[in-house]
């Protein structure tokens, strides 16, 4: 089943194309690797598929109940926040539960026994979505988190405000990766990254059991964490079974299938012009043949056989 199916998508800026006709599908656990040169559209498509920006035509549609985490090449941060509460945020739906849990607990007292297994009920509902969801090690989570990217360096209680634009950009992966969607979307995330917060998203995205849409012109770290390549060039969108070398090689044997081809239809074309400029020639040279023989003096033939000869000369 696919998480995300596009169809006949066609977008342009002015009167540029970015894309004509693209389809595309996701399925559930699959590791895209999104490539291309340097504005050929992923970008933009990406914006299409998350909905901030809307196709030319097409259609882009997820199924129920997706969560879809994306984090762009330009994503900003809200100021006034510590790197720490920002990585908590991304368990908030935990932390909302944790409140209305409490909130039960403070009405105990209060309720009929009718009211109170009612509310028992209720709290062992949270309690147990709690627990799967690991609440009581989030803050051990957000400190491996924030030491893997070397958030921790920084300060975990700093503030956001006073954060570089690439360490800015550090913590909303790191938000990103603890809040754990369904499908992720990295828009090139190593290039803010040293070597070894790359290694670490390496074997994260390697272990990643949801699905990712990876954009990155880093061909070692793509070959290690994608399986799927999707390749955009000329307005299409093509899919490559494999890694980045994989679809290198199907895609020279394509390219050098494609250029023999050509390079054959090309020699055909010559041939045939030649075969024309030939025939031409000897049309040519049998028209002034004829026209020599019959303005000449010693030409004696009748006039309907003049005509038979015309004729003739008409029909080649
Ligand atoms: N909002 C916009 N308005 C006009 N043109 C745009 C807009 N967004 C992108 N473009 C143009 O569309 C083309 C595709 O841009 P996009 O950013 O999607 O490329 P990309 O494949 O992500 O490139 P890169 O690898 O450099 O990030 C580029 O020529 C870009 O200048
Ligand atoms: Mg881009």
């Known amino acids: 089943m696919s998480i995300l199916n596009v169809e006949h998508l066609s977008h342009g800026f002015g009167d540029r194309a970015i894309f004509q006709d693209v389809s595309f599908r996701l399925l559930k656990g699959e590791h895209i690797g999104l490539i291309g040169a340097n504005g050929e559209g992923k970008s933009t498509f990406m914006n299409i598929i998350t909905g901030h920006m809307q196709p030319d035509e097409g259609k882009v549609e997820w199924s129920k109940r997706v969560r879809v985490g994306y984090l762009d090449q330009h994503t900003v941060l809200e100021k006034g926040m510590t790197i720490r509460e920002v990585l908590k945020s991304a368990f908030s739906f935990l932390f909302e539960l944790e409140v209305q849990m409490n909130e039960i607990c403070d009405h105990l ?39 893997a990217l070397g958030l921790t360096d920084i300060g975990l209680d700093r503030d956001v405000t006073d954060l570089s634009g690439g360490q800015r950009t550090k913590v909303l992966l790191g938000k990103l990766l603890l809040e754990k969607p369904d499908i992720l979307l990295l828009d ?58 994989k679809f290198l090689e199907v895609h020279e044997a394509k390219k050098a299938q494609l250029e023999a081809a050509y390079k054959r239809q090309q020699q055909e074309i010559a041939q045939l012009h030649q075969k024309n400029a030939d025939l031409q020639a000897r049309s040519i040279a049998y028209e002034t043949s004829l026209e020599s023989v019959f303005s000449s003096k010693s030409w004696k033939l009748t006039a309907p056989i003049r005509s038979l000869m015309r004729l003739f000369h008409r029909g080649n």
Do not use: C
């Open 109 to 147: 007292g209060e309720a009929s026994e009718d009211e109170m297994n009612v509310m028992m009920e209720e709290l062992g509902t949270i309690q147990d979505l709690l627990m799967n969801h690991d609440f009581y090690s989030i803050d051990a989570k957000v400190e491996e988190v924030g030491r």
């Open 188 to 245: 090139e995330p190593t290039n803010y990254l040293d070597v070894q917060h790359i290694e670490w998203l390496k074997r994260y995205l390697q272990e990643y059991e949801n699905a990712f849409i990876l954009i990155s012109h880093d061909v070692p770290f793509l070959n290690s964490v994608v399986n799927i390549i999707y390749h955009m060039e000329n307005q299409r969108l093509d899919r490559y079974v494999g890694d980045y070398d």
